[in-house]
Every structure is written in structure tokens, then in C-alpha cells.
């Protein structure tokens, strides 16, 4: 008998956390604490939409109350039925941990949780059903261990994760191309090209034939979907630098897609920018952003953008600088400077009480040094208001730049090009590492990884 719940498991294949979120917290209502399998399931899917969603502080609590559910349903299990269902939802949860060590900054933790689940795994691959996760917990852990400078082992994992392929009906023909492209990636760096373009071109052979650019998204598992991914090395993947600025492209054929990332100060202190330009070779019409573009930092800790609205950000702009401008103005309006009046001192040679030793005597001033009067200052206000005038007329050309150059969801006319900005509101903070890119067209998703924000 199944454990889980079809809706949520929907909501979670399609990327709809909010609704899953919604779900699950309603669900946990009804079911009341009873330290049962699907109580322990339904923390654990919250436990996976929670991070997903970059709530990591939120699934990290969520995580201490899972774990003390799942290990009492493990140790009550009776049967054989009951331990598989047991020690599946087990790894089931010590992959999301593993997540959310990762969002941390805990990679020492986050690779004993996948270690942990890994070695489940193994002693479950003659059931199959769950030999897809044992080989995303291999992938993830190369990739941890790639981060750290260990290519070798990271190597390792991913032929391992490949020989569980053949067989297999759990596994989509894409994971293995993920799986390819990493291993490709990993034995570029190693200095073994040859080897590297042999897994390189098995990725090619499985996602070529993927007509998913063409057709419109529809709700449906993610892994049913191709990801086409910039991996050093590739020969569909390529780099310049123009402006000081890292351009990353993915030729795919029937398209090419360039992405690059700057900070925006002018517009907001957390404002990132994502040019993109997507060039239609097809005869078809590509749909552009079916979904929402994501953007993470993934160092020191995974922080996941907000997409902004390129209309709210250039009004939010306007109006910021309408303000600043305003404030100014009124500063400037009541800009003074102080005048000192002297006059001459007949007494030349008299002390006049320690005021004339120069010649003259302040005769309007008092002992306690009150040494003038105050008046407008016209050459000052006159150039605060161009200041004023200046940071207004740079806020509504800011403004009109974003409305003009920034993209949203949209078609690609057959054999033309799209280019433009993405704009993403994040708190990056000053030891920011690598980012990625993820632009969904059609009913595919194109992945990029950047080294630093410049």
C-alpha cells in the first residue's frame, strides 16, 4: 500500500510549492499525531517544499521534528512491505536534509546525510523503484566533493551512478544525460578531453532528439523535460567576456541562448540583472518564460532571487528618485548663510574691553560670541535644485530603460532573436560565490553557473 498523497506528489513534480505548501499544511491538520508512515511522509514533502521554496530556516525546523517521526516509523516497522516503505521514506528525507545542509554552508553534514542515504539505497536497488534517487544522491555528492577540489572522487560517484542505468525503469533517459554532461565536465578538468567529449556527445545523442523548445509548457514531472546546461569543455557551450562582463552561450541548434549577470545599484541596492539574448533558428514559434527564470546564489549559502517585474521595478525607481529629488529640493529651499557685520573702531590705540585690539569693535555682538546674522543663500539653492533636477531626469531615464530593455513572457517569431534584461531582487552578501541561471523556453530549461556577481 502507497504512503504518499497524489496531489501533493503533482505539486511537487510540477514546481508548485505554494500549492504543495497549502496541501500539505492542510493534510497535516486532518491527520493528527499518531507517529504514523504518512504523518512522517507528509512533514517530510512540507520538510522538501519549504526548501525549495528558500524558506531554509523554515525546513531546518521542520527537519528536527521529520527526523525523530521517520526514525520511529523505521524502528516500528514490521513486515517486509512495511520496512521497504519505511527505509524508502528514509532516504527520501535524508536527500532533502542533505539540501538543506548544502543551503547552509554544511557540506560536512550534508554529505554524511547523503552517505547515509546512498548506502540505503544500494542494499534497495534490486527493487528499482528508487534507483533514480540513488543516482541523484551520487550526483549530488560529486558535486560537493567537485566544489572541494576532488574531481577523482567526484568522478567515481558518477561512473557509479552510470553502471545503475541499464535496466532501469525508474530512470529517465534526461538524468542520464545530466549525469553524462556532469561526468564530461569532471574528466575536462582532469585533463582527459578525449574522454570528457565521449560523454559529452552520449548527452548530445539523448537530449538532440528532444523537440521540447518547440512545444508549450504544460504541468508535468521535471525530469520528463530536458535541461540543456553550459558545461565547460562542451562544444555546445562557449564564453566571452564583453565589457568586463562573462557572456555564457548554449548552442543547441535550434537555438542559442546567452546569458550574463551585473548588479544594479542604480535601480536597487539588491537589484541583479540578467541579460539574455535567445536567437529562433526554427521555423516555429519559441514560447519565452512558460515559467518563472530563477536565479541562486549558491555560496556561501543558497539564496534564491525574487523575480521583479521590469513595470513595478521602473515605477518603484521613479518614485524612489521623485522622493530623493523632493528632499533635496526642500533642503535646498531653505538654504542659508551667516553674515557678520564689523564696524570700524575710532579708538584705535583703546583696548575697548579686549574687543578693538585689531582696529575694530563688534558692537552688535555679546559677550557669549553670537557672531552674526542669518540670510538666504541663492547660489546654494541653485545648486541643490540642479542636483534635484539632475537625479530626477537619471531616475526617469533608469526607469524608461528598464521598461524598454526589460523582457517578460512572451513568442519568438520564427528565425529572429530576443534580447533584453531579467531583473531579480537578492541580499548578496560581500564573499558572494557562484551563481545559477536557470531560463525556461518552450517546454525545455537552459542552465548557466557563474563564478562571482561581478
Known amino acids: 500500500m502507497r504512503y504518499d498523497d497524489a496531489s501533493v506528489e503533482a505539486n511537487l513534480n510540477n514546481g508548485d510549492y505554494d500549492a504543495a505548501i497549502s496541501l500539505l499544511q492542510r493534510r497535516v491538520k486532518e491527520s493528527g499525531k499518531g507517529q504514523t508512515i504518512k504523518e512522517a511522509y507528509l512533514h517530510t514533502?512540507?520538510?522538501?517544499?519549504?526548501?525549495?521554496?528558500?524558506?531554509?530556516?523554515?525546513?531546518?525546523?521542520?527537519?528536527?521534528?521529520?527526523?525523530?517521526?521517520?526514525?520511529?516509523?523505521?524502528?516500528?516497522?514490521?513486515?517486509?512491505?512495511?520496512?521497504?516503505?519505511?527505509?524508502?521514506?528514509?532516504?527520501r528525507f535524508l536527500d532533502t536534509l542533505s539540501w538543506i545542509y548544502e543551503a547552509l554552508s554544511?557540506?560536512?553534514?550534508?554529505?554524511?546525510?547523503?552517505?547515509?542515504?546512498?548506502?540505503?539505497?544500494?542494499?534497495?536497488?534490486?527493487?528499482?523503484?528508487?534507483?533514480w534517487r540513488l543516482i541523484d544522491c551520487l550526483a549530488h555528492k560529486a558535486s560537493l566533493v567537485a566544489q572541494s577540489g576532488d574531481n577523482d572522487q567526484a568522478r567515481q560517484l558518477l561512473e557509479e551512478a552510470i553502471t545503475y542505468v541499464p535496466g532501469s525503469k525508474s530512470v529517465s533517459a534526461f538524468t542520464v544525460a545530466d549525469v553524462e554532461e556532469a561526468l564530461g565536465g569532471v574528466?575536462?578538468?582532469?585533463?582527459?578531453?578525449?574522454?570528457?567529449?565521449?560523454?559529452?556527445?552520449?548527452?548530445?545523442?539523448?537530449?538532440?532528439?528532444?523537440?521540447?523548445?518547440?512545444?508549450?509548457?504544460?504541468?508535468?514531472?521535471?525530469?520528463?523535460?530536458p535541461t540543456y546546461r553550459y558545461v565547460q569543455g562542451s562544444k555546445w557551450s562557449s564564453?566571452?567576456?564583453?565589457?568586463?562582463?562573462?557572456?555564457?552561450?548554449?548552442?543547441?541548434?535550434?537555438?542559442?541562448?546567452?546569458?550574463?549577470?551585473?548588479?544594479?545599484?542604480?535601480?536597487?541596492?539588491?537589484?541583479?540583472?540578467?541579460?539574455?539574448?535567445?536567437?529562433?533558428?526554427?521555423?516555429?514559434?519559441?514560447?519565452?518564460?512558460?515559467?518563472?527564470?530563477?536565479?541562486?546564489?549558491?555560496?556561501?549559502?543558497?539564496?534564491?532571487?525574487?523575480?521583479?517585474?521590469?513595470?513595478?521595478?521602473?515605477?518603484?525607481?521613479?518614485?524612489?528618485?521623485?522622493?530623493?529629488?523632493?528632499?533635496?529640493?526642500?533642503?535646498?529651499?531653505?538654504?542659508?548663510?551667516?553674515?557678520t557685520t564689523y564696524y570700524p573702531n575710532p579708538y584705535r590705540n583703546w583696548n575697548n574691553n579686549g574687543r578693538g585690539r585689531q582696529g575694530f569693535f563688534r558692537s552688535l555682538l555679546s559677550d557669549s560670541q553670537n557672531t552674526g546674522t542669518t540670510a538666504p543663500d541663492f547660489q546654494a539653492e541653485q545648486i541643490v535644485m540642479q542636483k534635484a533636477q539632475q537625479i530626477e531626469e537619471e531616475g526617469r531615464a533608469l526607469a524608461e530603460e528598464i521598461r524598454t530593455e526589460g523582457v517578460g513572457?512572451?513568442?519568438?517569431?520564427?528565425?529572429?532573436?530576443?534580447?533584453?534584461?531579467?531583473?531579480?531582487?537578492?541580499?548578496?552578501?560581500?564573499?558572494?560565490?557562484?551563481?545559477?541561471?536557470?531560463?525556461?523556453?518552450?517546454?525545455?530549461?537552459?542552465e548557466f553557473r557563474f563564478d562571482k556577481l561581478p
Not at 547523503?114 to 527493487?127: G, M, P, V
Not at 570528457?196 to 518547440?214: C, E, G, I, T, Y
Not at 514560447?287 to 517585474?309: A, C, H, M, S
Not at 513568442?411 to 536557470?438: D, H, T
Open 409 to 446: 513572457p512572451c513568442n519568438i517569431a520564427p528565425q529572429s532573436k530576443l534580447n533584453g534584461f531579467l531583473f531579480f531582487e537578492m541580499k548578496v552578501p560581500r564573499n558572494a560565490g557562484q551563481m545559477m541561471f536557470k531560463l525556461p523556453i518552450g517546454d525545455a530549461q537552459f
Open 239 to 339: 564564453q566571452d567576456f564583453v565589457g568586463g562582463l562573462e557572456h555564457k552561450r548554449i548552442d543547441v541548434g535550434m537555438a542559442v541562448v546567452e546569458a550574463y549577470l551585473q548588479k544594479d545599484k542604480a535601480a536597487s541596492s539588491r537589484a541583479i540583472r540578467v541579460g539574455v539574448t535567445v536567437t529562433n533558428r526554427t521555423n516555429n514559434t519559441l514560447q519565452f518564460l512558460p515559467r518563472k527564470p530563477e536565479l541562486f546564489l549558491l555560496n556561501p549559502k543558497i539564496v534564491i532571487g525574487k523575480v521583479l517585474d521590469a513595470a513595478s521595478l521602473a515605477s518603484m525607481v521613479e518614485t524612489k528618485t521623485t522622493k530623493k529629488a523632493e528632499s533635496l529640493r526642500n533642503d535646498g529651499r531653505n538654504a542659508t548663510r551667516t553674515i
Open 45 to 91: 514533502a512540507l520538510m522538501e517544499s519549504l526548501l525549495w521554496q528558500g524558506r531554509i530556516s523554515e525546513a531546518q525546523n521542520e527537519a528536527k521534528k521529520t527526523q525523530v517521526l521517520v526514525d520511529t516509523v523505521v524502528a516500528q516497522a514490521r513486515g517486509q512491505a512495511d520496512q521497504i516503505n519505511a527505509l524508502e521514506l528514509k532516504t
Open 106 to 131: 554544511q557540506d560536512v553534514k550534508s554529505q554524511a546525510a547523503l552517505d547515509e542515504a546512498i548506502k540505503l539505497l544500494r542494499e534497495q536497488r534490486e527493487l528499482d523503484r528508487q534507483t
Open 187 to 225: 574528466l575536462y578538468k582532469l585533463g582527459r578531453s578525449d574522454e570528457a567529449q565521449k560523454h559529452f556527445a552520449r548527452a548530445v545523442d539523448l537530449k538532440k532528439n528532444s523537440d521540447a523548445l518547440l512545444h508549450r509548457f504544460a504541468p508535468h514531472a521535471y525530469w520528463l523535460s
